[in-house]
Protein backbone atom coordinates (compact mmCIF):
# COMPACT_ATOMS: atom_id res chain seq x y z
CA UNK A 1 0.00 0.00 0.00
CA UNK A 2 2.68 2.29 0.95
CA UNK A 3 4.32 1.75 -2.55
CA UNK A 4 1.32 2.57 -4.32
CA UNK A 5 1.18 5.85 -2.56
CA UNK A 6 4.71 6.37 -3.37
CA UNK A 7 3.84 5.59 -7.18
CA UNK A 8 0.56 7.78 -7.32
CA UNK A 9 2.59 10.66 -6.11
CA UNK A 10 5.11 10.39 -8.52
CA UNK A 11 2.53 10.13 -11.29
CA UNK A 12 0.88 13.26 -10.05
CA UNK A 13 4.14 15.04 -10.05
CA UNK A 14 5.05 13.71 -13.99
CA UNK A 15 0.94 14.87 -15.16
CA UNK A 16 1.85 18.05 -13.34
CA UNK A 17 5.44 18.65 -14.60
CA UNK A 18 3.73 18.00 -18.09
CA UNK A 19 1.27 20.21 -17.50
CA UNK A 20 3.75 23.00 -16.70
CA UNK A 21 5.37 22.89 -20.14
CA UNK A 22 2.14 22.06 -22.05
CA UNK A 23 -0.06 24.79 -20.57
CA UNK A 24 2.93 28.02 -21.12
CA UNK A 25 0.33 29.09 -23.75
CA UNK A 26 -2.57 28.99 -23.54
CA UNK A 27 -4.42 27.13 -26.88
CA UNK A 28 -5.91 29.15 -29.15
CA UNK A 29 -9.74 29.19 -29.57
CA UNK A 30 -10.47 29.22 -33.42
CA UNK A 31 -11.96 32.81 -33.55
CA UNK A 32 -8.02 33.66 -32.50
CA UNK A 33 -6.79 31.31 -35.25
CA UNK A 34 -8.69 32.94 -37.81
CA UNK A 35 -8.23 36.52 -37.29
CA UNK A 36 -4.53 36.41 -37.54
CA UNK A 37 -3.45 38.18 -40.70
CA UNK A 38 -1.39 36.29 -43.28
CA UNK A 39 1.13 37.64 -45.64
CA UNK A 40 1.76 36.64 -49.07
CA UNK A 41 3.52 38.93 -51.74
CA UNK A 42 3.91 36.87 -55.01
CA UNK A 43 6.50 36.45 -57.28
CA UNK A 44 8.38 39.22 -59.62
CA UNK A 45 5.98 39.27 -62.30
CA UNK A 46 3.02 37.15 -61.79
CA UNK A 47 -0.16 38.79 -61.84
CA UNK A 48 -3.84 37.62 -61.96
CA UNK A 49 -4.51 39.97 -64.97
CA UNK A 50 -2.45 36.95 -66.75
CA UNK A 51 -5.87 35.41 -66.30
CA UNK A 52 -7.92 35.73 -69.38
CA UNK A 53 -11.52 34.72 -67.87
CA UNK A 54 -14.57 36.97 -68.71
CA UNK A 55 -16.30 38.17 -66.33
CA UNK A 56 -20.05 40.00 -66.04
CA UNK A 57 -20.05 42.88 -63.43
CA UNK A 58 -23.44 43.68 -62.01
CA UNK A 59 -24.47 46.21 -64.58
CA UNK A 60 -24.14 43.45 -67.11
CA UNK A 61 -20.95 44.74 -69.12
CA UNK A 62 -18.71 42.05 -69.57
CA UNK A 63 -14.40 42.88 -68.91
CA UNK A 64 -11.61 41.18 -68.32
CA UNK A 65 -9.65 41.68 -65.27
CA UNK A 66 -7.12 43.35 -66.92
CA UNK A 67 -9.55 46.40 -67.34
CA UNK A 68 -8.36 47.39 -63.60
CA UNK A 69 -4.62 47.95 -64.32
CA UNK A 70 -3.72 51.15 -62.72
CA UNK A 71 -6.05 50.46 -59.85
CA UNK A 72 -5.50 49.49 -56.66
CA UNK A 73 -8.17 46.20 -56.02
CA UNK A 74 -8.81 44.86 -52.41
CA UNK A 75 -10.31 41.73 -53.82
CA UNK A 76 -11.99 38.75 -51.91
CA UNK A 77 -14.13 35.92 -53.50
CA UNK A 78 -17.89 35.43 -52.29
CA UNK A 79 -21.43 34.32 -53.54
CA UNK A 80 -24.72 36.09 -52.83
CA UNK A 81 -27.08 33.31 -51.11
CA UNK A 82 -24.19 33.41 -48.54
CA UNK A 83 -25.67 33.86 -44.87
CA UNK A 84 -22.46 33.90 -42.93
CA UNK A 85 -19.27 34.43 -43.93
CA UNK A 86 -20.15 36.45 -47.10
CA UNK A 87 -21.74 39.89 -45.53
CA UNK A 88 -18.88 39.57 -42.68
CA UNK A 89 -16.54 39.82 -45.54
CA UNK A 90 -18.26 42.40 -47.31
CA UNK A 91 -18.50 44.09 -43.49
CA UNK A 92 -14.58 43.94 -42.93
CA UNK A 93 -14.56 46.04 -46.37
CA UNK A 94 -15.89 48.30 -45.93
CA UNK A 95 -14.10 48.70 -42.64
CA UNK A 96 -10.88 49.00 -44.84
CA UNK A 97 -12.95 51.53 -47.16
CA UNK A 98 -13.62 53.73 -44.27
CA UNK A 99 -9.55 53.71 -43.48
CA UNK A 100 -8.32 54.63 -46.85
CA UNK A 101 -6.17 57.75 -47.00
CA UNK A 102 -8.15 60.57 -48.93
CA UNK A 103 -5.57 60.68 -51.85
CA UNK A 104 -6.25 56.93 -52.57
CA UNK A 105 -10.01 56.75 -52.64
CA UNK A 106 -10.50 57.39 -56.25
CA UNK A 107 -7.15 55.02 -56.75
CA UNK A 108 -9.06 51.94 -54.90
CA UNK A 109 -11.50 49.46 -56.11
CA UNK A 110 -13.33 46.74 -54.26
CA UNK A 111 -13.83 43.83 -56.20
CA UNK A 112 -16.26 40.87 -55.38
CA UNK A 113 -15.92 37.63 -57.30
CA UNK A 114 -18.77 35.34 -56.77
CA UNK A 115 -17.95 31.27 -56.69
CA UNK A 116 -21.78 30.47 -58.00
CA UNK A 117 -21.59 30.49 -61.57
CA UNK A 118 -24.50 28.83 -62.10
CA UNK A 119 -26.67 31.14 -59.68
CA UNK A 120 -25.06 34.18 -59.34
CA UNK A 121 -26.40 36.71 -62.80
CA UNK A 122 -26.54 39.90 -63.26
CA UNK A 123 -29.88 40.56 -61.51
CA UNK A 124 -28.14 38.64 -58.06
CA UNK A 125 -25.69 40.41 -58.27
CA UNK A 126 -27.77 43.96 -58.69
CA UNK A 127 -29.74 43.23 -55.91
CA UNK A 128 -26.36 42.21 -53.77
CA UNK A 129 -25.39 45.66 -54.44
CA UNK A 130 -28.43 46.70 -53.32
CA UNK A 131 -28.71 45.10 -49.81
CA UNK A 132 -25.19 45.83 -49.00
CA UNK A 133 -25.52 49.12 -50.09
CA UNK A 134 -21.80 49.44 -52.38
CA UNK A 135 -20.84 52.29 -53.87
CA UNK A 136 -19.31 53.62 -57.02
CA UNK A 137 -16.10 51.65 -55.77
CA UNK A 138 -17.06 48.25 -56.10
CA UNK A 139 -17.38 45.64 -58.44
CA UNK A 140 -18.93 42.24 -58.35
CA UNK A 141 -18.33 39.78 -61.06
CA UNK A 142 -19.95 36.73 -62.48
CA UNK A 143 -17.87 34.23 -64.49
CA UNK A 144 -17.90 30.77 -65.59
CA UNK A 145 -16.67 27.40 -64.02
CA UNK A 146 -13.04 27.39 -65.12
CA UNK A 147 -12.76 31.46 -64.82
CA UNK A 148 -13.58 30.93 -61.38
CA UNK A 149 -11.47 27.57 -60.53
CA UNK A 150 -8.69 29.27 -62.11
CA UNK A 151 -8.85 32.67 -60.38
CA UNK A 152 -9.25 30.60 -56.81
CA UNK A 153 -6.01 28.67 -57.46
CA UNK A 154 -4.02 32.04 -57.95
CA UNK A 155 -5.47 33.68 -54.88
CA UNK A 156 -5.44 30.33 -53.09
CA UNK A 157 -8.71 30.76 -52.04
CA UNK A 158 -10.67 27.17 -51.11
CA UNK A 159 -13.99 26.49 -51.74
CA UNK A 160 -16.22 23.80 -52.81
CA UNK A 161 -19.75 23.15 -53.75
CA UNK A 162 -21.96 21.37 -51.44
CA UNK A 163 -25.28 19.39 -52.42
CA UNK A 164 -27.84 22.62 -52.24
CA UNK A 165 -25.97 24.56 -54.43
CA UNK A 166 -24.38 26.59 -51.94
CA UNK A 167 -20.19 27.00 -51.08
CA UNK A 168 -17.92 26.28 -48.20
CA UNK A 169 -14.91 28.26 -48.34
CA UNK A 170 -12.06 30.04 -46.89
CA UNK A 171 -12.52 33.91 -45.98
CA UNK A 172 -9.61 35.89 -47.67
CA UNK A 173 -9.02 39.40 -48.43
CA UNK A 174 -5.99 40.39 -51.40
CA UNK A 175 -4.43 43.60 -51.95
CA UNK A 176 -3.30 43.81 -55.81
CA UNK A 177 -1.12 46.24 -57.26
CA UNK A 178 -1.76 48.47 -60.28
CA UNK A 179 -0.19 45.39 -62.59
CA UNK A 180 -2.21 42.91 -60.41
CA UNK A 181 0.31 41.32 -57.98
CA UNK A 182 -0.56 40.10 -55.15
CA UNK A 183 1.05 42.72 -52.32
CA UNK A 184 -0.48 40.96 -49.37
CA UNK A 185 -3.19 38.86 -47.95
CA UNK A 186 -4.98 38.42 -45.04
CA UNK A 187 -7.54 35.19 -43.98
CA UNK A 188 -10.18 34.99 -41.49
CA UNK A 189 -13.33 36.62 -40.65
CA UNK A 190 -12.33 40.06 -38.81
CA UNK A 191 -8.75 39.65 -39.50
CA UNK A 192 -6.30 42.86 -38.72
CA UNK A 193 -6.60 44.65 -41.52
CA UNK A 194 -3.40 46.83 -41.38
CA UNK A 195 -1.42 45.17 -43.33
CA UNK A 196 -4.31 46.03 -46.19
CA UNK A 197 -4.01 49.58 -44.92
CA UNK A 198 -0.95 49.79 -45.13
CA UNK A 199 -0.45 48.26 -47.63
CA UNK A 200 -2.47 50.88 -49.98
CA UNK A 201 -0.56 53.74 -48.18
CA UNK A 202 2.18 52.55 -50.20
CA UNK A 203 1.28 51.71 -53.44
Known amino acids: MKNMRIDLAMLAAVFLAVGLFTGCKPAETKSEQATKPTLAVSPAGETIYGEMGKWDNQNGDSIQLSSLKGKIPVLSMVFTRCTFACPRIVGDLKAIEQKIPRDKKDKVVF???????????????????????LGKQWLVLHGDEESVRNLSMLLDVKYKKQANGDFTHSSSIALLDQNGGIVTQVEGLGADATPLIEGIKAL
Open 111 to 133: VLISFDSDRDHTAELQKFVQQNK
